[in-house]
């Protein structure tokens, strides 16, 4: 599975965003997706996945600003980033989880710059 994110960009704080990221092949059988962000000098930290089946768990940093939703037809998850702050300034990744039988796979994206000015 190949992932491509797009959508990061230069936001005001309090602005909004939307990341983008297209998977290769249909994504109906992907068992979860999900939105990853690394900061400078930090750890790489879950920001927002989604299930096959639609259920969705968020980073407590982001509840209730962030969404993550996923179109089938299009193969692609989105991440609607409202209220931003200037600590969501980070490199955004998609990571895609597969299973195979009784193995687990991960597929990630190359990362899309987000940035939010005070």
């Known amino acids: 599975v190949q992932l491509q994110a797009s959508g990061g960009g230069l936001v005001q704080a309090g602005g909004s965003l939307k990341l983008s990221c297209a998977a290769s092949?249909?994504?109906?059988?992907?068992?979860?997706m999900g939105w990853y962000r690394q900061a400078p000098g930090n750890q790489r930290e879950l920001v927002a996945t989604?299930?096959?089946?639609?259920?969705?768990k968020y980073a407590d940093s982001v509840k209730g600003r962030f969404t993550i939703s996923r179109d089938n037809a299009k193969n692609t998850v989105y991440l609607q980033m409202n209220s931003l702050k200037p600590e969501d300034t980070a490199v955004y990744y998609c990571k895609a989880g597969l299973a195979l039988g009784t193995q687990w796979f991960e597929y990630w994206g190359q990362g899309t710059q987000v940035t939010v000015s005070s």
């Open positions: 989604i299930g096959f089946d639609g259920s969705t």
């Open positions: 092949r249909s994504i109906t059988s992907i068992n979860t």
